[in-house]
């Protein structure tokens, strides 16, 4: 088929190059010139395990490119997917300017019958809105269609090409056809293709990232409940996750959740309910519980140093909001800088993969470190943000003589209490014995 992904973004770059992977022509449209002559170039705007492959060896087979030209794109295309950014308003509802723009797009310039596919996550509602955009240019039969994805950043290609279920909205035979054939490559395990109406589609996209934002939420908030009673965390993580009616994913503490999903979808979705007049409280509450905890790091920090950390400098490992990802959107390591900053700290980070991303951020508020040893130099305590697999078996002998007090903050709970105890640290983590 001739696709057409209009917008670069995480989530356009990935489902392009994973349909051009199966032998679709692709065409990947983008307004900003810079990032389309570096994918051109197989220079890719974001870190992502596998994709840089991905990209490169289809560019060399002529499978997929990349163009500002997104008119012509949109006249060769026979699916066409709309993958622009939705950001938060201040009210915390997807902005669908982006979405509504490349719509009238389409309308203009489709020159043949097509399915459009709202990829980008977006409110219940929005296919209508695109199909009415669209239909106001349009010269020919064109079908909605929702496609809302489930990447897993730091897995995203896996999760396309092999994914657990594919959720597609169609209104009509033809639209529900072309999507059962392009999608079926990626489904010959037997994984399902899942059809239902559009409005359930859009819907399960938003539910499906707040029931996982709950889980994190509610464990976080059992995890500090654990420290006050005595109680281990990690065992009743362990105790609950292996009941067949819960499961063990996504029950991990930590210092709160971030990226560019569960914080704006959540938003998004409670901002949708209160438009329909219902009270999402047990969202609100999730919201509510995340903000505290990424607090949590500092609050613990601080007692560790005596209830002050002015003049302190803290070594901070692990800046994006999860391993495997230079994305620091919403991450918790950038409120914990916050904070030390405000309370007259210095802080050296270090992240295997998102230093340019946090000098563009942070700019030269923080000192950077080459290696995350090199961080501890001269620092007061060690504070673990993020749980990338090089922090997880560190010399540890190594940190106690470059700091100067052995003290470690571990938010992602990845050391064991009673080694760091017995090597000398005054260690602190989430709601486990001794935390």
């Not at 295309?77 to 993958?83: E, L, Y």
């Not at 009415?132 to 950043?153: G, I």
């Not at 597609?168 to 490559?185: C, F, I, K, N, Q």
């Not at 996750?241 to 991990?252: H, K, Q, T």
Request: aromatic share 6%; net charge negative; charged share 25%.
């Amino acid at each position: 088929m001739n696709i057409t992904i209009v917008g670069t973004g995480y989530v356009g770059l990935v489902v392009g190059a994973c349909l051009a992977e199966t032998g679709n022509d692709v065409a990947c449209a983008d307004l900003d010139e810079r990032k389309i002559d570096g994918l051109k170039k197989n220079v890719l705007p974001i870190y992502e395990p596998g994709l840089e492959s991905l990209v490169e060896r289809n560019q060399q087979q002529g499978r997929l490119k990349f163009t500002t030209d997104v008119p012509a794109a949109i006249g060769s295309a026979d699916v066409i997917f709309i993958a622009v950014g939705t950001p938060p308003d201040e009210d915390g509802s997807a902005d669908l300017r982006h979405v509504l723009a490349v719509a009238e797009q389409i309308g203009r310039h489709m020159k043949r019958e097509l399915v459009v596919v709202t990829k980008s996550t977006v409110p219940v509602g929005t296919a209508s809105k695109v199909s009415a955009a669209v239909a106001k240019h349009a010269k020919y039969p064109f079908h909605m269609c929702s496609n809302p994805e489930f990447l897993k950043e730091g897995a995203a290609v896996d999760d396309f090409m092999k994914p657990d279920r594919v959720v597609l909205g169609v209104e009509t035979d033809h639209a529900r056809s072309v999507m059962a054939e392009l999608y079926a490559p990626f489904v010959r395990t037997g994984k399902p293709i899942i059809f239902m109406d559009i409005p359930s589609a859009e819907m399960t996209k938003y539910a499906a990232n707040a029931m996982l934002a709950t889980r994190i939420s509610f464990m976080n908030e059992i995890a500090n409940l654990c420290e006050r009673v005595g109680a281990d965390v990690d065992h009743v993580r362990k105790g609950i996750g292996s009941d067949a009616r819960i499961g063990p994913s996504f029950l991990f503490p930590g210092p709160g959740y971030g990226g560019s999903c569960f914080p704006k979808d959540v938003k998004a979705l409670v901002r949708t309910a209160r438009a329909c007049g219902v009270d999402l409280t047990v969202l609100d509450a999730v919201e509510d519980a995340n903000e505290r905890q990424k607090h949590v790091a500092f609050h613990k920090l601080r007692h560790c140093l005596g209830g002050d950390v002015r003049g302190c400098q803290v070594a901070v490992w692990g800046l994006a909001f999860k391993p495997q990802t230079d994305d620091m959107r919403e991450a918790p390591a950038l409120t914990l800088i916050d904070e030390l900053l405000e309370a007259g700290a210095t802080v050296t980070a270090h992240d295997p993969v998102a230093m340019h991303e946090a000098r563009r951020r942070l700019g030269d508020r923080v000192a950077y470190a080459d290696t995350n040893y090199e961080a501890l130099s001269g620092a007061d305590a060690l504070v673990v943000m993020t749980d990338w697999n090089e922090y997880r078996h560190p010399d540890f002998n190594r940190i106690k003589a470059a700091l100067k007090q052995p003290v470690v903050v571990d938010a992602r709970n990845l050391y064991s209490p009673g080694k760091m105890k017995s090597l000398g640290f005054t260690y602190t983590s989430i709601g486990r014995n001794g935390a």
